[in-house]
């Protein structure tokens, strides 16, 4: 059923106000004396137009990040939500992609982020642990976060991961996926980079980063990538599929068949719907 509250157009318009007024409040708190990385729990408010969506989105909430639903109250024309989040370290990019996320849920239940905000106490701060052995407990708890569809939080969890430990391709290849799924594809590009940067032969990462530049029309340097993936495992299957995809772009039917034929050969069953769509005859002409 689509949204009636928050249409996909509302929530495309807003998006990059939604962005605008992350770092809005971020440079506010920062004018207050809050040091980056500083603790916080932040209050917010959704509004929709039936009591229940925003009841469901409560419950996900509760369940998947531990937050706390204090009210849904109902007001004449709308339905208001309030709430407060667990615990997290506030630096520009966290509180971004932490209100990325929440803006991203309540459009998947027809919802909208109204606003958000935290105390501040400049002469009360604390801190998360980044001692080095600390590194593996953030990571995990990324992943944790990640499969909860906690999208805000694994992005924390990662970047706290990667300020103790820069060097690791995971953390930078993980954390473009949160990127990714946040819908910030330029900067999961710029993640996707540091990962290969620091691991050339990292396939996954490598495949990763030629679908972005395939979203955003780049066809022939994906093409490039998953070139390079698959010298590096030949019986990848999504990256031969996803090579003919971007071939297909560039009007090359021919090879596009070609890579089709052979992800379908290597497992990739989902390839026969293109072929039987575009490849008849297509290798032989």
């Given at each position: 059923m689509s949204n009636t509250f928050q249409t996909q157009s509302d929530f495309n318009t807003n998006f990059g106000k939604e962005m605008t007024s992350a770092i809005s409040v971020y440079e506010q708190r920062k004018k207050s004396g809050m040091k980056d990385n500083s603790l916080a729990t932040y209050d917010f408010i959704f509004i929709s137009n039936t009591e229940q969506k925003l009841k469901s989105l409560g419950d996900f909430l509760s369940e998947n990040y531990n937050y706390k639903i204090k009210s849904i109250i109902q007001h004449k024309d709308y339905y208001e939500m309030v709430g407060d989040s667990t615990e997290f370290p506030v630096d520009e990019d966290n509180l971004l992609y932490w209100a990325?996320?929440?803006?991203?849920?309540?459009?998947?239940?027809?919802?909208?982020?109204?606003?958000?905000?935290?105390?501040?106490?400049?002469?009360?701060?604390?801190?998360?642990?980044?001692?080095?052995?600390?590194?593996?407990?953030?990571?995990?708890?990324?992943?944790?976060?990640?499969?909860?569809?906690?999208?805000?939080?694994?992005?924390?969890?990662?970047?706290?991961?990667?300020?103790?430990?820069?060097?690791?391709?995971?953390?930078?290849?993980?954390?473009?996926?949160?990127?990714?799924?946040?819908?910030?594809?330029?900067?999961?590009?710029?993640?996707?980079?540091?990962?290969?940067?620091?691991?050339?032969?990292?396939?996954?990462?490598?495949?990763?980063?030629?679908?972005?530049?395939?979203?955003?029309?780049?066809y022939a340097d994906a093409i490039e990538d998953y070139t390079a993936a698959i010298e590096l495992e030949p019986q990848n299957p999504m990256a031969y599929f996803n090579r003919g995809n971007s071939r297909f772009n560039l009007n090359d039917k021919k090879r596009a068949c070609e890579d089709w034929h052979r992800a379908k050969d290597l497992g990739a069953e989902y390839a026969q719907v293109k072929i039987d769509k575009w490849c008849n005859n297509a290798i032989e002409n």
């Open positions: 990325l996320d929440l803006y991203c849920k309540g459009y998947e239940f027809d919802c909208n982020l109204e606003g958000y905000g935290a105390m501040a106490d400049p002469y009360n701060q604390t801190f998360p642990d980044t001692d080095a052995k600390q590194y593996d407990q953030y990571f995990d708890l990324a992943m944790e976060a990640y499969d909860r569809r906690n999208l805000g939080l694994a992005f924390i969890h990662f970047s706290t991961a990667l300020k103790i430990n820069p060097a690791d391709p995971d953390a930078w290849y993980s954390r473009a996926i949160v990127r990714e799924e946040l819908h910030t594809w330029k900067s999961a590009r710029r993640d996707y980079d540091k990962a290969i940067e620091l691991a050339p032969d990292f396939a996954d990462a490598i495949v990763n980063r030629a679908a972005n530049k395939d979203e955003t029309g780049e």
